[in-house]
Structures are given as structure tokens and as C-alpha cells.
Nanobody
Framework: VTLVDTGGGLVQAGGSLRLSCAFSGRAFTAYTIAWFRQAPGKEREFVSYIMSGLSSASADSVKGRFTISRDNTRNTVYLQTKNLRPEDTAIYYC?????????????????WGQGTKDTVSS
């Protein structure tokens, strides 16, 4: 499995970014896809996950601002972020785990993208 995450950038507080995670190598619908983020000096933290059947969950810190979605015809998961805050500044990683798993723990996920950096200025 290969994951390529893109879409990060520099944005002002209150702005929006759409992150993409392109999946290849196995059957996409056999995997749950998640987004995590890691800010400088902090541990990697859960953002959101989406199952192949489109059930999803998100961290309380991003509920109402971030939306995860997936296009099973394009083998891609998206994270639409809006109303961004300086504290959302981090490297964002997508990750994949077999579809039987739903977890907010990084250790659950076997495959990881290279990360895409979001910087939110105040």
C-alpha cells in the first residue's frame, strides 16, 4: 500500500485547505483511512477517520470545522478544513488500516503517507 498526501500550505487564520490522500496498491474499500497530525514538539494526534462504508469519526478539536470524505471510485480520501486556527498548524498524515479496525490510535495504522504541512498564521 502506498499513500500520498497532498494539499497543505500556508493560510491565514479563518482560512481553508483541502487535503487529499491518494491510495494505491491494494483494494481501497478494504481499508479504513485516517488523518493524524503532529505539531512541533508534540505527539502525533488523531484528527479523523472514515471507513469504506463512509462511517466516520473526528476529534472534538476539529468537529464542525473539518470534514472527512472518500471517493471510492478515485481511491482518494479528502480532509476539508475550514475556519483554521494557528493551533491547527502541523504536519498532517493520512494512514490506512484494514477495514475491520476503527481507531484513533496511531499504532493501529500500518501504512502512512509522507505528510503534508499546514501552517496557519494569526
Amino acid at each position: 500500500v502506498t499513500l500520498v498526501d497532498t494539499g497543505g500550505g500556508l493560510v491565514q487564520a479563518g482560512g481553508s485547505l483541502r487535503l487529499s490522500c491518494a491510495f494505491s496498491g491494494r483494494a481501497f474499500t478494504a481499508y479504513t483511512i485516517a488523518w493524524f497530525r503532529q505539531a512541533p514538539g508534540k505527539e502525533r494526534e488523531f484528527v479523523s477517520y472514515i471507513m469504506s462504508g463512509l462511517s466516520s469519526a473526528s476529534a472534538d478539536s476539529v468537529k464542525g470545522r473539518f470534514t472527512i470524505s472518500r471517493d471510492n471510485t478515485r481511491n482518494t480520501v479528502y480532509l476539508q478544513t475550514k475556519n483554521l486556527r494557528p493551533e491547527d498548524t502541523a504536519i498532517y498524515y493520512c494512514a490506512a488500516a484494514p477495514s475491520s479496525y476503527t481507531s484513533n490510535r496511531p499504532a493501529t495504522y500500518e501504512y502512512w503517507g509522507q505528510g503534508t504541512k499546514d501552517t496557519v498564521s494569526s
